[in-house]
């Protein structure tokens, strides 16, 4: 890695899907990344097209166990780490219900490594990677971020620690943070291979193999589906704000049922998967839209992609 008059950004859970789309912006806007991830879920072709350049530096690391030893010879070689954005995560919300304590360690933990870097080493900037899991079953719509938070599962509840840590070690510790609770994230490299993944991944898969859709439910719930590049925007644009402690949703504002959602992706397809219904999920959330002024105000960010733009390039 050369270069070194760069800024060097840190990206936990960089070989993920958000995580590898945004350390593709970074790269492209001057920066010079250094990846952190365990690859428990990413991958290293989610890189590949920076495999030979100087720019991207990629260490093995579980965040959940400290990640000073793994910047240590890195920072030897290039000097400090300027910016951290902390995806890094176990981001299975039914994983985090059935091993609660995996996600503290990883989800709540990692975020503590995260800061306590940040606090001894003068990082400038911490953006973290929170989700509309830590409002549970809000009724106002769009959600605004200052609601009162009632997560309803680990995932949103180690969620929710990771942000009030980060509010800590702000003004305790002068580290400035952003995060960022990013609504329904979609886009290429979106892995449909787990029945947990996001819904639209699993759809396309599935459509454009002419298999059937699974409904859960009657279809009617709704989700504010945000495409990858405009969350990125978002982490680009927090990555620059000189304010702290500033908590935005990352949505559309918009909402589309998951039944509308299906025809529209087996449409996309030009095939014709059959759309059946499974009974509805215990707990699911029935409605979901972000209110998005605070993005758009206090970031300058509006999620432009429209949600068929956004599938044709998900089913590539
Ligand atoms: N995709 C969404 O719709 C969505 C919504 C809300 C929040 N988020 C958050 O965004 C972040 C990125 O999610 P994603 O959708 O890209 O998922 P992803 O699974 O593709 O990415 C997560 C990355 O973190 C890595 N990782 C997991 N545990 C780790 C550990 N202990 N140490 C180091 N690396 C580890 C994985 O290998 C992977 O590369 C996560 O924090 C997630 O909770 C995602």
Not at 24 to 49: P, Q, Y
Not at 228 to 244: E, K, P
């Amino acid at each position: 890695m050369t270069a070194p008059s760069l800024p060097l950004v840190v990206v936990t859970g960089g070989a993920g899907f958000i995580g590898s789309h945004t350390v593709d912006r970074l790269i492209e806007s001057g920066h010079r990344v250094v990846v952190l991830d365990n690859f428990s879920t990413g991958k290293r072709a989610n890189l590949a097209r920076w495999a030979t350049d100087d720019r991207l530096r990629i260490e093995v690391c579980d965040v959940s166990h400290g990640i000073f030893a793994a910047l240590a010879p890195v920072t030897a070689a290039l000097g400090p780490v300027e910016r951290i954005v902390h995806l890094a995560a176990q981001v299975s919300v039914v994983h985090s219900v059935a091993n609660p304590l995996v996600d503290m360690q990883v989800n709540y933990g990692g975020t503590l490594h995260v800061l306590e870097y940040a606090r001894a080493t003068g990082v400038k900037k911490v953006v973290f990677a929170s989700s509309a899991a830590v409002y549970g079953d809000v009724t106002e719509m769009p959600v605004p971020e200052d609601i009162k938070c009632a997560p309803v599962s680990p995932y949103g509840i180690d969620k929710l620690a990771s942000e009030l840590a980060l509010d800590y070690y702000a003004v305790v510790h002068a580290v400035p943070a952003t995060w960022l609770r990013f609504f329904n994230v979609f886009g290429p490299r979106q892995d449909p291979s787990s029945p947990y993944s996001g819904v639209i991944s699993i759809f396309s898969d599935r459509a454009r193999a002419g298999k059937g859709l699974t409904i859960f439910g009657d279809g009617g719930q709704t989700r504010d589906f945000v495409y990858v590049g405009d969350v990125v925007s978002a982490i680009a644009a927090a990555l620059r704000d000189g304010n702290s402690r500033v908590v935005a949703n990352v949505g559309t504002g918009r909402e589309i049922s998951v039944l509308e959602l299906a025809r529209t992706i087996v449409e996309l397809c030009a095939g014709s998967s059959a759309i059946t219904h499974a009974p509805a999920r215990a707990g699911e959330i029935l409605k979901s839209r972000a209110r998005v002024d605070r993005l758009r105000d206090v970031l300058g960010v509006v999620a432009t992609t429209s949600l068929v733009d956004g599938l044709r390039a998900t089913l590539g």
